[in-house]
């Protein structure tokens, strides 16, 4: 009826197919935005704060909502930022906005207009 290998093929690609949900949940989450792929990470609650229903959040760090006001953009509207291609890593955090003192940081940027975002994760959400 069925030879060995085709069982065996078989075998194997039900369950490839029954573990791809168990990858679809990564660490590192990729999730896509209007202007490119982000990539970021899973931070867990420890222990989970009674007010929330989720013990892990995802997070996303630098995320850009504008092109960066410097040079000829400087004191102008915001412009949305260009599309990018591939995945965008956004598991560290971007340079500080300038302070108005610049001696107290020599690691800002006038680049700042980014976002961090913070969002449940889905697995937490799931009655356990």
Not at 20 to 26: H, Q, V, Y
Not at 75 to 86: N, Q, S, T
Not at 88 to 101: S, T
Request: charged share 20%; proline share 14%; net charge positive.
């Amino acid at each position: 009826m069925f030879s060995s290998p085709f069982l065996l093929s078989f075998s194997l690609f039900a369950l490839f197919l029954l573990l791809i949900p168990a990858f679809s949940d990564p660490l590192f989450p990729v999730v896509p935005t209007k202007f490119g792929r982000v990539k970021g990470f899973v931070h867990s609650l420890s222990p989970p704060p009674s007010a929330f229903r989720f013990r892990s959040v995802d997070v996303f760090f630098g995320i850009p909502f504008a092109t960066p006001p410097i040079g000829e953009f400087r004191f102008e509207k915001p412009i949305p930022p260009k599309r990018w291609h591939g995945v965008r890593n956004a598991i560290r955090p971007v340079a500080p906005c300038v302070p108005h003192a610049r001696e107290l940081c020599n690691k800002c940027s006038e680049d700042c207009l980014y976002l961090n975002i913070f969002t449940p994760h889905q697995h937490s959400l799931r009655k356990r």
